[in-house]
């Protein structure tokens, strides 16, 4: 009975990224097949595809949670309340974090890693929506451009996927971003229990069940709540990342979002 | 290395401990940037705004951008500083 229930669980799961990967086609060609008509303004397709890309994720969550795939719980309050114009920073367990976050916030600009960018399916959508790669060198002026318009970016300070829980490892890319553009960041952490689709696990291995994700987000953090502001940028830039890795430390182990004083 | 290194190698040094709060035993001529020093390329940007200010030499970054270690941070100052002199 086990092997049968594996079995479905690995068909299920391939048929969950097939639409994934069908619908982002499908958007990508609609909307390339919009580009030429000069009426739609570049903002207004990304109105759209942003609404499209919300919209799929969210119906790939709920496809995922009918075929008894996943599960996930929200507890978002500060991040609805919070305004515009901010940083939205998550730790990174598992492969379908950027879909999670995007099922829940229904405007946020990512930063996708070249594969993504580049990718047939993926990079078109991904140009038209507004996104921002993260290896050109454009890259930071770019982000601190549509933060100071408005809106809203999200980093995975790790960079990649977790290792290990224990052991959270922030790079400084997210500190450079908040620290040259003074933008305050809105902390989300992912909890996914048990561990499944992290980094080194293959796409099908599902855990029985279904793994639980919670997703919950702490309180609006301004750089003046976590560094000291009047130090050289380059301090700033380390003393927020290291900051930030304590929180989140602290978070995984406490369940509390609780900013520690400031060094 | 000759006088006018070492000066520069010293201001060098000063810089470094402003901007990063490093341990300046760490700062010697063979440290990598990037490797030993943890100086990535956002870090380089402001890092040799600071060394052009205390030095009072203009470098575009272009010509920074074979810099990967200390002793090639204080070759190109010298040879800046040499030229415009």
Known sequence: ?263 | MNVQKENILEQVKEVLVDLFEMDESAIVPEAKLYEDLDIDSIDAVDMLIDLKKNMKVDISPAQFNQVKTIQDVVDVFAKMSADAQ
Request: include cysteine.
């Open chain 1, 1 to 263: 009975m086990k092997s049968v229930r594996k079995v479905w669980q690995i068909i299920s799961a391939a048929i969950s990224y097939f639409f994934f990967g069908l619908g982002a086609l499908i958007v990508g060609v609609f909307f390339r097949l919009l580009s030429p008509i000069p009426i739609i303004t570049a903002a207004t397709k990304q109105k759209w595809i942003r609404w499209c890309i919300h919209k799929g994720c969210l119906a790939f969550i709920r496809f995922m949670r009918i075929l008894g795939l996943i599960r996930y719980s929200f507890d978002l309050e500060s991040m609805e309340q919070a305004k515009s114009g901010h940083i939205v920073i998550a730790n990174h367990p598992s492969l379908i974090d950027v879909v999670l976050l995007l099922a829940v916030n229904k405007n946020l600009c990512c930063f996708v890693k070249s594969g993504v960018w580049d990718s047939f399916f993926t990079g078109a959508v991904a140009r038209q929506a507004g996104f921002i790669p993260n290896s050109a060198e454009e890259s930071v002026p770019m982000a601190a451009a549509k933060l100071k318009a408005g809106e809203n970016l999200l980093i995975f300070p790790e960079g990649t996927r977790t290792e290990a829980e224990q052991d959270i490892r922030f790079k400084r890319g997210a500190s450079n971003m908040a620290v040259a553009v003074n933008a305050s960041i809105l902390p989300v952490l992912i909890k996914c229990h048990p561990g499944a689709l992290k980094k080194g696990d293959k796409w099908y291995h599902i855990p029985e069940g279904g793994p639980n994700f919670s997703l919950s987000s702490g309180h609006l953090l301004t750089l003046d709540d976590c560094i000291d502001t009047a130090k050289p940028r380059t301090i700033q830039y380390r003393q927020l990342t290291q900051f930030l890795e304590d929180y989140y430390k602290n978070w995984i182990a406490t369940e509390t979002p609780v900013a520690t004083n400031k060094s």
